[in-house]
């Protein structure tokens, strides 16, 4: 088992508000995990604490095997990979040498990068099709471009479990797809997977296991058939989401109901 998560709770010190309770699941090699919820309710504060990024307010995080608060962000990093919403470029490094820092936790304090170590960010670039902007500054590619970049560092870092908040946020409909079909392909050659998505339907394709996350912070874990229920999904959107079998597609899908003509403000009102 990559993680245990056991009754953990989050307060964010300033504010004094709790966003995460008695949160528990695992994560096990080869495993997809997609946690839904909507905004504010604290999926990106889970995977930070998990990250090791946050300190829980309560309760523990087993990273294989050993108590997360006492490992160094090195040992976390070895078995941890983290692809944020976000990242703001403080220096235009190439595609490549961004890349090349996943193999940090890897190589020593006073070591320089090795020629395989080069080679391992190549392949992920290419696992990634953005191998042609290997020389590119990373400060001149597009958002969607800059997070295909921040996945292709994760996967360099050859972690355990690899922790996506949002992957596909900045992506067009094609690389969602592709993404989602790379996040497949990493629980088949063993990864432990972990995604936040407002979307649904990214979950169902994707299988494997699901959360959500309610506006109290408290999670509900398990199946993915099993937790993602248009009751729960009308809950947590307040809106109309219906989940069908397209017999085409050999899949349920989630699908809104029609757009109906009416006053915005009733519609600004629920947001």
Known sequence: MIYQVNDVDY????????????????????????????????KSTLLNCMAGLLKPSGGRI???????????PREIARDVGYVPQSHTPSFSYTVLHFAMMGRAPHVGALQKPREED??????SLRLLSIDHMAERPYT????????????ARALTQQPKAILFDEPTAHLDYGNQHRILQLI???????YGVIITTHNPDHALLLG????????????????????????????IYKTDLRLLNIEELKRVACL????????????????
Do not use: F, H, W
């Not at 494997?208 to 874990?221: I, S």
């Open 11 to 42: 307060t964010y010190p300033v504010s004094n508000q709790q966003v995460l309770r008695g949160v528990s699941l695992s994560l096990a090699e080869g495993e997809i995990l997609s946690i839904l919820g909507p905004n504010g309710a604290g």
């Open 62 to 72: 087993m990273l294989s095997g050993s108590e997360l608060s006492s490992l160094s």
């Open 118 to 123: 080069e080679e391992t960010a190549m392949e």
């Open 140 to 151: 001149e590619i597009s958002g969607g471009e800059r997070q295909l970049a921040i996945i």
């Open 184 to 190: 497949r392909t990493l629980a088949a050659r063993g």
């Open 208 to 235: 494997g296991k699901a959360a959500v996350l309610d506006r109290g912070g408290e999670l509900v874990y398990g199946e993915c058939t099993e937790i993602i229920t248009e009751g729960r999904l009308r809950e």
């Open 256 to 271: 809104p109901m029609n757009l109906t003509e009416g006053d915005c403000g009733d519609a600004m009102r629920l947001l």
